[in-house]
Structures are given as C-alpha cells and as structure tokens.
C-alpha cells in the first residue's frame, strides 16, 4: 500500500512540474488509459479470459453521458452514472453468453462486440454526431461546482485512479482473488472444488467494463468531444499493449503500460506512421520473449541483480 | 423490388462472398494443422493486392506477372510468419497464441503502410470494363474471373487434401499431432505448407478482388473477420463449410444492403458472427458439436 | 549503455529539429492532413504552406518581422487534431491557425478557438463552418452551397427533373448532404432517391442499384477520394448511363487518376485553379493563379490541385490582415481579416465581413467536364 500511497503523492505533484498544460493533457489521458488497463489487467492476467472489444465499453460511457447532459439536459452527475450504469447492464447481457466460450472464440466474440459498437457510434448520426463526432459535451460539474480548471479536474481523475488500483488490490487478496487464480490455473479443478467459476468470470468482466466506462464518462467531460475513432479495434488493441507490456498479472505493471503507450505517439512524432508497426512488434516480442511483461522484466533483473551482488560477496 | 435488381445484389454477394470464402479457406487450412486461429489472414489477403500494385508500378512490370509475384510474395510471407512467430510459441496458452497473431496482423498492416503508404490504388481488371448483361443485371467481368479461379482453387484444394500424400499428411496433423509424428509425418514441416498454403490463398483472394474494390493498406481488418465469421459460419474446420459460408455471408451481406440500409452492412457479418457462436458454435455445416469451444 | 546512447541521440535529434528562428518571428500554427484518407488535401496545403512561407522570408517577412509556420499533420484523425489543436495553443502559443484540411475536424475544434481567442482560417468547406458565424472562424475553400447552387444551375439548364443524391457519412458528406437536401426541391426538382455510404466502403453498387430503380435523370455524389471514384467505376461496372455529377472534393487529378475510364463525362464545379489555362487574361485571378502553378510546379513538380490553393489562399489572406493592421495579435489579425475587400486569390475573389466569414459566392466556381483524363471548361 505504501507505494500506492506514494504513487498517489507523485501524481498530485506533477502538475506543478510540468511547463504547459499541454503536457497536462498528456498526463489525464494517461490516467484514463491506466484506468482502463488495470480493469483490463485483472480480466485478461487473473481471470484469464481475453476481450479484444474494451474500447466499445469506454465509448459507450462517454456517448451515453454525452448525449445525456448534452441533447437531453440531465445533470452531468446524472448522466456520469448513468453512463457507468448502462456500461455494467450492457457488460452483463454481452458477458452471460460470451464468457461460456473459451480462447479465440471469446476473442471474436469481444471483437464482434466491439466493432458493432463502433460502427453504431459512426452511423447513428442523430445520437453520437457521426464520425465528425460529439461536440459540446458539457464540463465536469459535480454537486453544482464546475471544474473549471484543468488541474483539479486532473487530481480528480488522478484519485478514481488510486481509487481503482486500491479496489483491484483488495479484490485480489480477497476470496474473488483466490478463486480467481484458481480458475486460472484449471477451470475443470476449481468447478471440481466448488468455485463458481460463471459468477468469478461474469464479475470480473462486469467490474473491468465499469472500469472502462468510468473512464469514458471522465474522458467525455474533460475533452467535451468525442469521436467514434477513439473507441475502435486499434483502441482495444492499444489496451492489450497496455497490458501485455506491463506483465498480463501486474496491476502496477498495467499502470506503466499504459503512460507508456500514451506518451509514445508524442516521441514517434518525428517518425511518422512508425506508431502502429511499433505496437505490432511490441505485441509479438513480448509474448514471445517477455510473457511477464517490463514488470517481470524488471523482477527478473533486480533478481539477476541480488545473485550478482550476493555472488560478489562469495567470492 | 424488381427481379432485375435482386439479381444485381445476388451477383454483388456472390462476387464479394468468393473473397470471404477463400479468407475463410484461409483460416480452415491453418486451423486444420495446427488448431490456431490466424487473426493475420486478412492480412495476406491485403498484401495479395498491394504487392500487386507495387510490383506494377514500382518495378513496371506487366500485370500477369505482378499478380503471380505477388501471390508468391505472400506465401513467402506465410511461410516468414510461421517461422518467426508462431513455430517458437507452438505449446503457448491460447491467449498467448492470439494475441500473438493479433501482433502479426498488425506488424505487417503497419510495414504494409511504412512501405506502400495510406492511398488507395486500382488494380486493372483482367478483362476489361465492359459489363455483361444478363437479364436487366449487370455482370463484370472480373466477378466470372472471381468465381471461376475461387472454385478451381477450391477443387483442387480438395484434390489436394484427398488426393495427395502431403494433403493427408496435413489433415493427420489435425487429428492428432503426436500420432502424426509417431507415424513419420514432419509436422513442423506440416504447419509451414499450411501457413504458406493460407496465404497463397488469401492472396488469390486479394488479388482478383482488388480490381473491383480497389485496395490499401487496410482492407485486411475488415476482411479478415469477415472471413473468421464465414468460418464459423459454415461450421470451423470443414473448408467446403468455409467456402460456402463465405458465399452465404457475401450474399446476406448485400441483400442486407439493398433492402435493409447500406450503413450498417459490416455490422450484419458480425451480428451474424455473435449470434453464431451464443446459439450455434458450430456453425451450419460443423463437425463435432460440443468439444471445440 | 545502448539504450542509454539511444536516448542521448534521440534527444539531440530533438533538439536539433528546434528551427532557427527569432523569437520576434510571427508564429503560425497549421494543421493539415499530410496523411491518412485526406492527404490528397493535407500534402499539397501543407507544401503550400512551406513554399510560402520561404517565399515571404526571402522578401523581409511581415511587417519587418519572419514567419514561423508550425505544421501538425493530424493524419486525417479528428482525435489527433483536437490534440494538434491544443498543442498549438498551448504549448506552442501562436497567433492564428489555419487548418484543419477536413470539415469534421474543423467542427470539432473551433469551440477551442473562441474560448482561447485566437482566430482559426480553415480549408474545409462545409458551410457548417461559418454559418451561423463564430467570430473566431473562417474558411477559405468555396461553400458546399455555391458547388450545389452551381450544379443546380447547369441540371436546370440541361432540363433534368428528377435527382438523386449519393453522398457520404462523414462530416463533409453529412454537410453536403443537408444543404442538398434543402436546394434540390427548393430548385424545383424531385428528389428521387437519398442513398449513403461509409467513408472506407468499396462497393457501392447496392446504392446505385436502388437509385436505378428509382428513375432518376442525373446523380449527384458528394464526397472526397476515394468513395467517388468507386461510385463512379460501379456505375461503369452496372453499366449506368445516368449522367453523374460530382462535388469540389475530388477536383484534382487522383480522382481521374483512381477512377481511371469511368471518369470520363463527369461533371463538377471546380475551382479555376485546375484550368488555368482556360481563363480569360482579364480576369482579376488571372496573376494569383499563374504566379501560383509556377512557384508550386518549381518547388515540387506538376502535382498542382485546387486543395493547395486553400492553403494559399488562407496565408496570403492571413498576411494581408497583418499588414494592414500593422499588428500580428490575435485579435487584430481577426478583426483585419473581417476587413479585407475584393481580394483576389486562388480559390475566387474573396470580401469578409462581420456576418460573412467566407468571403466567395458562385462566381468562384466554374463547371469542368472530365474529358481524355483532363479538365475541360463547360459552357
């Protein structure tokens, strides 16, 4: 807890670090991706199931809270909720019949899901605004007091965050968590045993795309816009980058994923249209090589590292 | 609805269905010898076409000659993929298999447009422009070409697999791997001509639809899953079901856009696809019912 | 030590893009789509922009003062220029804006230009844009209007009745669409048959099958590269004779280029930059237009397209504000720019004001028939 903790200090400072707000910007988004990649993370590296359609779960909370306090007139608390709501109700009715399926049959499943979606965020015109996209969304107002200013919205952003990584912690070292790993292990032993195995699945995919949505509900009101092409297959791979960098099992490890893949456009800058050839080479190269992602990397080197220094001192 | 035009939307379906038959062919192969499902399928179909473009303007060769160093450029690729990603990875987990092939996909989209760039090109049809008519519908001639190569390929893939001593070696692979290699069969060996087969496949593909849809470095999202969901359609790992799932899929697909609304035709494949696998996984012409999910 | 060496180079590879200017040089933001569906807009404005800039440096600058243009290339991604936008504003803190290449992406960043108070001159041309006027935004490109009032004029000169419209989803077609929608039975025709496509779709014989069995005399299709060559090679494929109109979006050469045969006989209103040529010495577009094509062709060959021109036409409007005014602030280039009269650019002559932030009507159009793979001026 105490690097959460830490973590949570580092991000309030930041802010006053950094030279304009648009290096502000960089750092919400990064935040919002984190979020979507720790909901991500416990789905694909504790449960062990795979959703290639992610991105349609955080659309569909900016859109339903777009059009909500925009067309409609709710108040952008209504809405918010509503979003994240309808997220976990459409979660539920996808998740019962997918999550029988296994392997790439859950994977078509997802990215079946998720490109449906898609293609009714760019047609349904009269609701999302169409592939020009939704303009106009409404500030963040919470209680009647409208974020104004970047920075608290981005400290708010900051502690959902927190908030999230604390709640997947005590998950994990929870019963769910024990059940979790042990349907991961062998889905046949944990039934034999009495795990639940439907209820874990469906719980976990459910908490992931709430995750999702909270995150889109945030995205929409701090860009007041939005368009179909962020919540598309190459945003739902970006989210398995995210997560396959970090180390499919590590929440932290889920977390620096995602920074990295949202700053990494702002160096490839230089280097046009390298972006997506990188993603494709990260995907293959740590799978193949780095199953455990920067995260075991990383244990693996302080590892190498003790034996080097522990073998120093023998001699 | 005239007769005329619903003949128009039957040809547009069966012409657009070849291709999602022989993506699917592609898939069937592969899944076929080594029971992994290829996300990068499409991708050979999209190299198919824009190898031939860059073969005919960079390097200013005639068209015959592009299109059958395209064809041969891309199972050359298959052949790359199986190597470097897919052989040192055989006993992954599924996830880990998936999200490797999703990575490939990628990689070659991503070289596809370091190399060739985002335009869309034209391909020349093989026989011209001027359409056939046939009953108040009008008929290309590139679709005759479409069908005509997709059922000899589909023929003598079937000769293949039934005929040949490699063909059945293929199919042993996907019933038993070990039993396979305990009766002399390479399967390393096997999983490579499968790999290099689907692509040559998927290539044709390519290559005889660029000249009516055009292509870029793109199209293999789209005709990728399309392909998976004929797949499934036609029941997975039966290349007859492939084919004809394909054709179905083409034709429901142009029906939908006739009748129904143009704007929402790629979301019927995949509307199809999840209902598909929630109700019938085995898909209408499937092997065994329950064991493959 | 690889990685670390690395990084020292690809940080002095940075730092070493930083360009030489003054920090007394007047900063330009632009963004364009270099890449992507419309790069066929983005690359020639962007070279535009480049040759422009240089040209105007070597002559002293503004006001005594260089020009800095910082390009951002959104890749045709309305996600990537609202980033762009707020990069320009600010990181980068620059004067004005000019850009984006694409009506959706205008749409959905000029709130951002009021709120900073910086002006914004795009090169799309959905009348979205400036009507009704925001006080911070202007366009260059003619108005989807004037292209439809000029079809309309050359279909009631031809005695066609009934229409049918063909346009696609996107922020350009879904504008063109509505303004069709209004002109085609406000002009007296029947409007037939109302089809769409998507943006990345490559089949649109359904949609045109459906218009065949609604009657109409002619189609009108409105939308950029490459949707309108696909319709126009399907309407070769089903052996369409309906006589075909096309809309400003595809007056360059990839159009004939991708539509390649089934190009031949189309008709659209264009801008006179693709017949220069053709135009009459007397006309007061005649200088811009022929100085233009000659600066574009030197710098980076005969590619020369329409799309440039909005570009061009944008910075040397931009200049003339800050000339007149003396003054490179934002809110006096913005007020200057509502001032300037009768000037003649690439795109047609154009008179701002407070209530017209577009500055061009008909005129600036001429009707063009593809014929032999070039353009030819109607009568």
Redesign the interface.
Known sequence: MIWLAAFFGVLMLAPTLLPNNYYLTILILGCLHAMNAVGLCLLVGHAGQISLGHAGFYGLGAYTTSYLSATVGLSVGLSMLAGVGLTVVVAVLVGLPSLKLKGHYLAMATLGFGIILSILFTETVDITGGPSGFVGIPRLTLFGWELRKDVTLFRLVALVLCLFVWLSFNLLHSRVGRALRALHTSERAAEAMGVDIANYKLLVFVLSAAFSGFAGVLYAHYLTFIAPSSFGFMFSVELIVMVVLGGMVSVPGAIVGAFFVTVLPEFLRAFENVEVLLFGAILVLCMMFLPDGMAGGWRRLLDWGKARLSGASHG | ??PS?LL??LI?GLT?GSTYGLTALGFTIIFNTTGV?NFAQGEFVMLGGMMSVYFMHALGLGEPAAVILAVLGATMAGALVERL?IR??RD?P???L???T??????????A??LWG???H?LEPFSG?Q?I?FLGA?I?PQAIWVLAISLFLLGALKLFFSGTIHGKAMLACSYDPKAASLVGIGVQRMVLLSFMISALVGAVGGVILAP???T?YD?G??LG?KG??AC?LGGLGNPFGAAAGGVILGVLE?LG??FVS??????LA??I??IL??VK?SGLFGLKDSK?? | MKAAKCVVALAVYLLACVPAFGADAVKIGAILSVTGPASFLGEPEKNTLVMLQDQINAAGGVNGRQVEVIVYDDESDVNKCVMAAKKLLDQDGVAVVIGPSISGNTLAISKFFSSAEVPLVSCAAAEKIVRPVDPWVFNTPQLDRHAVTSILQDAKAKGYAKLAILTVSDGYGQAGRGVLKELVPARGFELVADEVYGPKDTDMTAQLTKIKGAGADAIICWGTNPGPAVVARNRAQLGLSTPLYMSHGVASNKFIELAGDAAEGLVLPAGRLVAVDQVPADHPQKPVLEAYVAAYTKAFGPQISSFGGYAHDAFALVMEAISMGGSAASSDIRDNLEKISGFAGTSGVYTYSPENHNGLDESAFIMVTIENGGWKVAN
């Open positions: 609805m005239d035009s128009q939307y547009t657009l499902i990603a040192p990875v992954c599924a996830i880990n998936v999200i490797i999703i990575g490939v996909s990628i990689l070659i989209r991503g070289l447009m370091l985002k335009d869309t034209a422009y359409p008519m009008a290309m009516i849809t055009m870029s199209v999202i789209m899953l998976f969901a499934i142009s856009a006739g143009s704007a929402y035709k790629d979301a995949f509307v696809l999840l696998l929630f996984p493959r999910v």
